[in-house]
């Protein structure tokens, strides 16, 4: 199996008129937990189905390790796990019970390889509570664990955190990187929480209306320049100084404040040409735009 680990080539879906997903183009690769960002409505649920073999492109292809998802579906989907909608489990029944149950419909997992699934997610001392006892978070969690029990090589999750409160949220952010980090695995997250797509993913993906807007890393979705706050004394010197260079994007703000935009390794410079000049330099604040205002750019201008 190659470094690519999900590839989309021009895959396209319509339900009767109605054009679902547009000529969708990606690549997830080995190691990435890769966000896959969209509106309610985008098209993002389409896709993953047709990435797992479980609807037929319009037109198109989904590769899953190079084969052809609507052709050879059945030779892949023993690597992969997937957790697409909200998880259902017998409310009566345990933890452990439930993963015994679902596990013995896709060809079984004996007593210790169950445990090491709910210790990957930190449910072990659980195990033996009635799922009806569980939080939100911690049937998510378990959600996440039926997924894992096949010991993939790539997790497909769809929304984990909806619905969570902060903590559980926060539970299933850190664990994606051990998952990663500890198994090797392979990781698409599906989100509109871009909060946490931006502290969780390496790369990202976002489409509109079917279409793709973006894919990358999430550092150049974000911008590597900065907006820097700057808070100077005597502020009109300050400012006629640094507006001469052309580099530079600044304004202004108040009495005291200029605002420049500027890459990360301009920031110390600027910083000593101003002392250089006698102007006393109190404050420097990088404010960067966040992965929401980028992507709410994105789809009002596409």
């Keep these: 199996m190659n470094d690519l680990i999900l590839q989309t080539e021009g895959l396209t879906k319509r339900y009767g008129r109605r054009l679902v997903v547009d000529r969708l183009s990606l690549t997830v690769q080995q190691g990435d937990i890769f966000g896959f960002l969209g509106q309610n409505g985008a098209g993002k649920s389409t896709v993953l189905r047709m990435a797992l073999g479980l609807v037929r492109p319009t037109s198109g292809r989904a590769l899953l390790f190079g084969h052809d998802m609507s052709r050879h579906s059945l030779r892949v989907l023993g690597h992969v796990g997937a957790l697409v909608e909200a998880p259902a489990f017998y409310g009566n029944f345990s933890g452990f019970d439930n993963l015994r149950i679902l596990a013995a419909m896709s060809g079984g997992a004996n007593r210790k390889r169950i445990e090491e699934t709910l210790a990957l997610v930190d449910l072990l001392p659980r195990a033996a509570d009635p799922v009806s006892t569980y939080s939100h978070g911690m049937r998510q969690r378990l959600g996440i664990a039926q997924a894992l029990l096949p010991n993939p090589q790539f997790i497909i999750l ?8 902060p903590q559980g949220i926060r539970e299933v952010r850190l664990l994606l990187p051990r998952l990663r980090d500890e198994l090797g695995l392979t990781i698409l997250l599906c989100s509109h929480l871009l909060s946490e797509v931006e ?11 079917g279409r793709l807007l973006y894919q990358g890393t999430t550092g150049n979705l974000i911008g590597q320049d900065k907006m820097v706050r700057m808070t100077v004394d005597p502020l009109e010197e300050a400012y006629q ?7 530079l994007s600044v304004s202004r703000n108040g009495s005291q404040s200029l605002y420049v935009k500027m890459p990360d390794a301009r920031i110390p410079h600027v910083n000593a040409t101003l002392v250089e000049h006698g102007i006393r330099v109190t404050e420097l604040a990088v404010e960067r735009a966040t992965l929401e205002e ?8 596409m």
């Design 241 to 247: 100084l640094l507006i001469a260079d052309p580099t």
């Design 294 to 301: 980028v992507f709410l750019t994105l789809t009002t201008t």
């Design 158 to 165: 769809d929304e984990p955190t909806d619905g969570l409160d």
């Design 199 to 209: 502290r969780v993913c390496n790369r990202v993906a976002n489409i509109d209306g």
